[in-house]
């Protein structure tokens, strides 16, 4: 499980979120689509099929960084910014190519129930 890993003391909020949105990517990295497709915030329940081709949908986003760049072969977290008023968040992500190109992701996040979860 991911969690915000922090009770609100102590920890820079902006850094629990862009930790978090690296362990999401590293789930799709490794082949844990189910894991990454959860990683997402949705307040209403989606039925089993849609689930299902939302991880049928990252799974072909694999295969064709696969194709086009030989893979994904690391994911690294730049810096994260974070609105704590409003519980969201910016992960600005490197992704580390087969092919030696890198490529910056924003990862847009919103904390619910202490939890980060991507947007």
């Known amino acids: 499980a991911v969690a915000s890993c922090s009770d609100g003391r102590g920890e820079d909020p902006a850094e629990v979120a862009g930790r978090t949105a690296c362990l999401y990517y590293e789930n799709l990295l490794h082949g844990r689509f189910a894991e990454y497709v959860d990683g997402f915030y949705r307040p209403d ?5 849609y689930r299902a081709q939302l991880i049928d949908n990252a799974r072909m986003f694999m295969a064709q960084q696969n194709d086009e760049h030989h893979g994904i072969k690391s994911v690294s977290l730049g810096r994260a ?12 992500l490197m992704l580390s190519y087969g092919d ?3 490529e910056e992701v924003v990862v847009p996040m919103v904390r619910v129930h202490g939890l980060w979860m991507m947007r």
């Open 45 to 49: 329940s989606i039925p089993d099929g």
């Open 81 to 92: 910014t974070a609105d704590t008023v409003r519980n969201v968040a910016h992960a600005f």
């Open 100 to 102: 030696s190109t890198k």
